[in-house]
């Protein structure tokens, strides 16, 4: 039995692990064998998390085979089963979270960049309990919320249409309006995120799945937040004296601009001792985590490629020589410096408004620097060799 307790532990535990030790077994007495067999059985059923996520459905493209998507939990197989147009809709959106979630981090080391026909999607930094895993979690789980919401408005899916039990009448400064129209189905979106998305973390009660559910909360409500009643005018010749409203999802943005703003003030937790919450780390903590995106792992600092760590690092990185910020070069390339290249750029310029309605432009070309990190230096005495 020892050569397990010194096994890998975590994502590692895989089924190969059985294999390399089975040769071990034969020198077991027979009890023995039946224990260490009932050992690897219960550790393959109960392994804690497969490296893989839902998240993989969005790189599969067009057609969804429930059965072929690594990654599914159970519960998460029988609900792509029962409802592949929500399958198909969760794999487009799943595009745009990823796309939004690189769009708010292209200033960072850590870019949100995805890995080919890696299962993981985001490679091993998601196996880590980290603010980036934190950050991805509740867009995911946002994303979700979006696309299903906006799927159900549009009449793409069997199951669910817009709202439009929102009757009668209200008013605000402009006076008086009627609840009509076709009002985004938010909390039908929220639901089915909630039973899908929710549904891997449900299965353990660690404290990474506590963390994973705490996010995937946060970013289900973030879509939530930024509804907006929206209008229509109708009356004599747009007089607006009779005006129809309804409640619509701001644009994806918003949330991802929201949530970004909870990555850089997301707070470090431990489990409790019961399990069943969290502790804050830092003593003077005052206030709730329940609107904070919580993490439980420092993250690694991603300036080296480190696969185990999930750090691509940042070699290459174009960066901003006059920032200060985190696209800074001395801050993005981790005082390793950075090298220039003068490059020749086509710009439209001299614009001039034409009557009626055109703008047209001149093709101008300007030379700019592009500052891009220098690779890591090895040191001379690893080159000896
Ligand atoms: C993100 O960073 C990686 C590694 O440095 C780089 O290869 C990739 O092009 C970057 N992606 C984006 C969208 O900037
Ligand atoms: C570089 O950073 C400066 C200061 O933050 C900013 O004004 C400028 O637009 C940035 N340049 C580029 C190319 O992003």
Redesign the pocket.
């Known amino acids: 039995m020892f050569c397990l307790m010194n096994s890998p532990g975590g994502a590692d535990r895989s089924g190969a692990m059985g294999m390399r030790h089975g040769t071990k077994t034969r020198q077991l007495s027979k009890p023995l064998r039946k224990i260490y067999f009932t050992f690897i059985l219960l550790l393959l059923i109960f392994t804690p998390r497969v490296d893989s996520s839902w998240w993989y459905i969005g790189a599969l493209g067009t057609r969804v085979i429930c059965d072929n998507i690594p990654g599914l939990v159970n519960d998460q197989r029988q609900l792509c089963q029962r409802h592949p147009d929500l399958m198909q809709v969760i794999g487009n959106g799943a595009k745009e979270w990823i796309t939004e979630c690189q769009h708010q981090f292209r200033h960072h080391r850590w870019n949100c960049s995805t890995m080919d026909r890696d299962h993981t999607v985001f490679g091993k930094v998601m196996l880590r309990s980290s603010r980036e895993a934190a950050f991805v979690y509740a867009m995911s789980s946002a994303g979700v919320v979006h696309a299903i919401t906006t799927a159900c408005s549009l009449g793409e899916l069997k199951i669910c249409t817009c709202y439009n039990h929102k009757r009668g009448q209200d008013s605000d400064d402009r006076g008086t309006y009627d609840w009509g129209g076709c009002s985004d189905n938010i909390n039908y979106g929220i639901k089915f995120a909630k039973a899908f998305v929710d549904a891997r973390e449900s299965m353990v009660k660690d404290a990474r799945a506590l963390m994973n559910l705490h996010n995937n909360r946060c970013g289900r409500m973030a879509v939530k937040q930024f509804m907006k009643r929206e209008c229509k005018c109708h009356g004599v010749s747009g007089s607006c004296s009779l005006r129809t409203c309804w409640m619509a999802m701001s644009d994806f943005r918003q949330t991802g601009d929201y949530l970004y703003k909870k990555y850089n003030s997301a707070i470090e937790v431990t489990m409790n001792q019961d399990g069943t919450g969290f502790r804050v780390a830092e003593r003077n903590f005052q206030g709730s985590t329940k609107k904070k995106l919580v993490y439980i792992e420092s993250s690694p600092d991603y300036c080296l490629m480190d696969r185990a760590a999930g750090s691509l690092g940042t070699a290459g990185r174009v960066c901003?020589?006059?920032?200060?910020?985190t696209?800074?070069c001395e801050v993005m390339c981790c005082g390793r410096g950075y090298d220039t290249m003068r490059v020749k750029r086509v710009t439209k310029c001299e614009c001039k408004f034409k009557w009626c309605c055109a703008v047209e432009c001149k093709d101008c070309e300007e030379v700019v620097d592009v500052y891009t990190c220098k690779p890591h230096k090895r040191p001379d005495w690893l080159d000896v060799t």
């Open positions: 901003n020589k006059s920032s200060r910020g696209d800074g």
